[in-house]
Protein backbone atom coordinates (compact mmCIF):
# COMPACT_ATOMS: atom_id res chain seq x y z
CA UNK A 1 0.00 0.00 0.00
CA UNK A 2 0.81 3.66 0.03
CA UNK A 3 3.13 5.16 2.68
CA UNK A 4 5.17 8.61 3.42
CA UNK A 5 8.47 8.25 5.04
CA UNK A 6 9.70 11.20 6.44
CA UNK A 7 12.28 12.78 8.77
CA UNK A 8 11.88 12.05 12.45
CA UNK A 9 12.54 14.95 14.67
CA UNK A 10 13.14 16.64 16.55
CA UNK A 11 14.97 18.91 14.11
CA UNK A 12 16.76 22.32 15.96
CA UNK A 13 18.01 24.56 14.04
CA UNK A 14 19.07 28.62 14.80
CA UNK A 15 16.76 31.20 13.35
CA UNK A 16 17.85 32.36 9.68
CA UNK A 17 19.20 28.77 8.82
CA UNK A 18 18.75 26.55 5.90
CA UNK A 19 15.66 23.87 6.92
CA UNK A 20 15.44 20.89 4.83
CA UNK A 21 13.16 18.26 5.70
CA UNK A 22 13.18 15.02 3.79
CA UNK A 23 9.97 13.19 2.54
CA UNK A 24 10.35 10.16 0.67
CA UNK A 25 7.04 7.64 -0.86
CA UNK A 26 5.89 4.71 -2.10
CA UNK A 27 2.32 4.58 -4.22
CA UNK A 28 1.63 3.48 -7.59
CA UNK A 29 0.63 5.57 -9.94
CA UNK A 30 1.13 9.39 -9.68
CA UNK A 31 -0.55 10.40 -6.35
CA UNK A 32 -0.60 14.29 -5.51
CA UNK A 33 1.78 15.08 -2.79
CA UNK A 34 1.55 17.38 0.73
CA UNK A 35 3.34 19.40 3.11
CA UNK A 36 0.89 20.00 5.97
CA UNK A 37 2.38 22.31 9.42
CA UNK A 38 0.64 22.05 12.43
CA UNK A 39 1.39 24.55 14.81
CA UNK A 40 1.15 24.10 18.56
CA UNK A 41 -2.57 23.91 19.39
CA UNK A 42 -3.74 24.18 16.57
CA UNK A 43 -5.07 21.65 13.64
CA UNK A 44 -3.08 20.85 10.21
CA UNK A 45 -2.74 23.75 7.64
CA UNK A 46 -2.05 23.09 4.02
CA UNK A 47 1.45 24.19 3.49
CA UNK A 48 1.48 23.41 -0.18
CA UNK A 49 1.36 21.27 -2.44
CA UNK A 50 2.21 19.53 -6.02
CA UNK A 51 0.25 17.53 -8.41
CA UNK A 52 2.68 16.06 -10.93
CA UNK A 53 6.17 15.36 -11.38
CA UNK A 54 8.83 18.30 -11.58
CA UNK A 55 6.03 20.63 -10.13
CA UNK A 56 7.23 23.13 -7.03
CA UNK A 57 4.78 23.91 -4.22
CA UNK A 58 5.27 26.92 -2.82
CA UNK A 59 4.45 28.80 0.10
CA UNK A 60 5.63 31.64 2.81
CA UNK A 61 9.35 31.19 1.55
CA UNK A 62 8.77 26.76 1.60
CA UNK A 63 9.45 25.42 -1.14
CA UNK A 64 8.69 21.18 -2.40
CA UNK A 65 9.74 19.68 -5.89
CA UNK A 66 7.53 16.58 -6.64
CA UNK A 67 10.52 14.48 -7.88
CA UNK A 68 9.32 11.09 -9.68
CA UNK A 69 12.59 9.63 -10.34
CA UNK A 70 13.34 9.50 -6.80
CA UNK A 71 9.71 9.32 -5.33
CA UNK A 72 10.67 12.18 -3.23
CA UNK A 73 9.07 15.71 -1.85
CA UNK A 74 11.92 17.37 0.36
CA UNK A 75 10.68 20.30 1.98
CA UNK A 76 12.98 23.45 1.95
CA UNK A 77 13.57 26.96 3.39
CA UNK A 78 16.59 29.58 3.25
CA UNK A 79 16.09 31.34 6.52
CA UNK A 80 13.70 30.09 9.04
CA UNK A 81 11.87 32.03 11.52
CA UNK A 82 11.23 31.25 14.93
CA UNK A 83 7.77 31.70 14.04
CA UNK A 84 8.32 27.98 11.79
CA UNK A 85 8.68 26.24 14.91
CA UNK A 86 6.00 23.92 14.43
CA UNK A 87 5.03 19.82 13.09
CA UNK A 88 5.58 18.82 9.35
CA UNK A 89 3.43 16.58 8.00
CA UNK A 90 4.45 15.07 4.65
CA UNK A 91 1.60 13.46 2.55
CA UNK A 92 0.00 12.21 -0.04
CA UNK A 93 -3.50 11.62 -2.12
CA UNK A 94 -4.30 9.37 -4.63
CA UNK A 95 -7.15 11.80 -5.69
CA UNK A 96 -7.05 14.63 -8.11
CA UNK A 97 -5.05 17.02 -6.08
CA UNK A 98 -7.42 17.73 -3.38
CA UNK A 99 -7.28 15.09 -0.69
CA UNK A 100 -10.73 14.18 -1.66
CA UNK A 101 -9.49 10.40 -1.48
CA UNK A 102 -8.12 10.50 2.15
CA UNK A 103 -4.37 11.46 2.76
CA UNK A 104 -1.47 8.90 3.99
CA UNK A 105 0.45 10.81 6.48
CA UNK A 106 4.14 10.20 7.47
CA UNK A 107 5.10 10.18 11.15
CA UNK A 108 5.66 14.32 11.40
CA UNK A 109 8.61 16.01 11.88
CA UNK A 110 9.26 18.57 14.93
CA UNK A 111 10.68 21.32 13.61
CA UNK A 112 12.07 23.72 16.81
CA UNK A 113 13.74 27.04 15.88
CA UNK A 114 15.59 28.87 18.32
CA UNK A 115 16.61 32.39 18.53
CA UNK B 1 -11.53 30.96 4.18
CA UNK B 2 -13.40 27.78 4.79
CA UNK B 3 -13.27 26.37 8.26
CA UNK B 4 -13.71 23.59 9.82
CA UNK B 5 -14.79 23.26 13.44
CA UNK B 6 -14.12 20.45 16.20
CA UNK B 7 -16.09 20.40 19.28
CA UNK B 8 -14.85 19.49 21.91
CA UNK B 9 -11.53 20.51 22.23
CA UNK B 10 -10.35 18.39 24.99
CA UNK B 11 -12.74 15.65 26.58
CA UNK B 12 -11.97 13.65 30.01
CA UNK B 13 -14.30 10.45 30.60
CA UNK B 14 -14.47 7.68 32.63
CA UNK B 15 -13.55 4.17 31.49
CA UNK B 16 -16.93 2.44 30.25
CA UNK B 17 -18.67 6.11 28.91
CA UNK B 18 -19.31 7.05 25.65
CA UNK B 19 -18.24 10.62 24.48
CA UNK B 20 -19.34 11.67 21.19
CA UNK B 21 -17.07 14.07 19.15
CA UNK B 22 -18.54 16.32 16.39
CA UNK B 23 -16.70 18.04 13.81
CA UNK B 24 -18.72 20.64 11.37
CA UNK B 25 -17.89 22.34 8.27
CA UNK B 26 -18.59 26.08 9.02
CA UNK B 27 -18.55 28.13 5.18
CA UNK B 28 -18.99 24.99 2.82
CA UNK B 29 -20.96 21.79 2.20
CA UNK B 30 -18.68 18.76 2.98
CA UNK B 31 -19.71 15.84 0.84
CA UNK B 32 -16.74 13.92 2.75
CA UNK B 33 -15.68 13.88 5.84
CA UNK B 34 -12.70 11.69 7.19
CA UNK B 35 -11.82 11.24 11.01
CA UNK B 36 -8.00 10.57 11.41
CA UNK B 37 -6.15 9.73 14.72
CA UNK B 38 -2.99 11.06 15.63
CA UNK B 39 -0.62 8.65 18.31
CA UNK B 40 2.39 10.64 20.09
CA UNK B 41 5.27 10.79 17.30
CA UNK B 42 3.21 8.79 15.10
CA UNK B 43 1.76 9.76 12.01
CA UNK B 44 -2.30 10.41 11.76
CA UNK B 45 -4.04 7.45 11.01
CA UNK B 46 -7.24 7.39 9.20
CA UNK B 47 -9.82 5.69 10.81
CA UNK B 48 -12.67 6.19 8.37
CA UNK B 49 -14.42 8.13 5.47
CA UNK B 50 -17.79 9.09 5.86
CA UNK B 51 -20.08 10.54 3.04
CA UNK B 52 -23.05 12.65 3.72
CA UNK B 53 -26.16 10.62 4.07
CA UNK B 54 -24.33 6.56 3.88
CA UNK B 55 -22.46 4.39 6.03
CA UNK B 56 -19.13 5.62 7.19
CA UNK B 57 -15.89 3.21 5.63
CA UNK B 58 -14.17 1.95 8.01
CA UNK B 59 -10.17 1.47 7.44
CA UNK B 60 -8.99 -2.04 8.15
CA UNK B 61 -8.82 -2.66 12.23
CA UNK B 62 -11.01 -0.11 13.03
CA UNK B 63 -13.69 -1.38 15.12
CA UNK B 64 -16.76 0.38 13.59
CA UNK B 65 -19.15 -0.53 16.48
CA UNK B 66 -16.53 0.78 18.97
CA UNK B 67 -16.25 4.24 17.16
CA UNK B 68 -19.74 5.34 15.70
CA UNK B 69 -19.18 7.92 12.86
CA UNK B 70 -22.78 9.45 11.56
CA UNK B 71 -22.72 12.08 8.93
CA UNK B 72 -26.25 12.95 8.83
CA UNK B 73 -25.91 16.35 7.28
CA UNK B 74 -23.49 18.27 4.49
CA UNK B 75 -22.40 20.30 7.24
CA UNK B 76 -21.97 17.67 10.22
CA UNK B 77 -19.98 14.26 11.39
CA UNK B 78 -19.93 13.10 14.86
CA UNK B 79 -17.27 10.68 15.70
CA UNK B 80 -19.19 8.43 19.01
CA UNK B 81 -16.16 6.33 21.05
CA UNK B 82 -18.60 4.24 22.81
CA UNK B 83 -17.48 2.04 26.03
CA UNK B 84 -14.35 4.11 25.98
CA UNK B 85 -11.29 2.49 27.11
CA UNK B 86 -7.81 4.14 28.88
CA UNK B 87 -6.19 2.72 25.35
CA UNK B 88 -8.54 4.63 23.56
CA UNK B 89 -7.06 8.22 24.35
CA UNK B 90 -5.84 9.95 21.85
CA UNK B 91 -5.92 12.62 19.70
CA UNK B 92 -9.04 12.64 16.95
CA UNK B 93 -8.61 14.85 14.06
CA UNK B 94 -11.35 15.07 11.11
CA UNK B 95 -11.28 17.17 7.79
CA UNK B 96 -14.04 17.76 5.44
CA UNK B 97 -13.88 18.24 1.87
CA UNK B 98 -16.40 20.11 -0.34
CA UNK B 99 -15.28 17.98 -3.07
CA UNK B 100 -13.24 16.11 -5.98
CA UNK B 101 -10.20 18.62 -6.60
CA UNK B 102 -11.26 20.46 -3.45
CA UNK B 103 -8.53 21.31 -0.61
CA UNK B 104 -9.18 19.32 2.66
CA UNK B 105 -9.62 21.33 5.75
CA UNK B 106 -8.60 20.22 9.48
CA UNK B 107 -10.61 20.72 12.35
CA UNK B 108 -7.95 22.04 15.42
CA UNK B 109 -8.50 18.17 17.27
CA UNK B 110 -9.87 16.77 20.32
CA UNK B 111 -7.48 15.23 22.97
CA UNK B 112 -9.28 12.36 24.52
CA UNK B 113 -8.53 10.78 27.86
CA UNK B 114 -9.81 8.10 29.12
CA UNK B 115 -9.34 7.76 32.89
Known amino acids: GDSVTQMEGPVTLSEEAFLTINCTYTATGYPSLFWYVQYPGEGLQLLLKATKADDKGSNKGFEATYRKETTSFHLEKGSVQVSDSAVYFCALSRGSGGGADGLTFGKGTHLIIQP | GAVVSQHPSRVICKSGTSVKIECRSL??????MFWYRQFPKKSLMLMATSNEGSKATYEQGVEKDKFLINHASLTLSTLTVTSAHPEDSSFYIC???????????FGNGTRLTVT
Open chain 2, 27 to 32: DFQATT
Open chain 2, 95 to 105: SAVEGAGSPLH
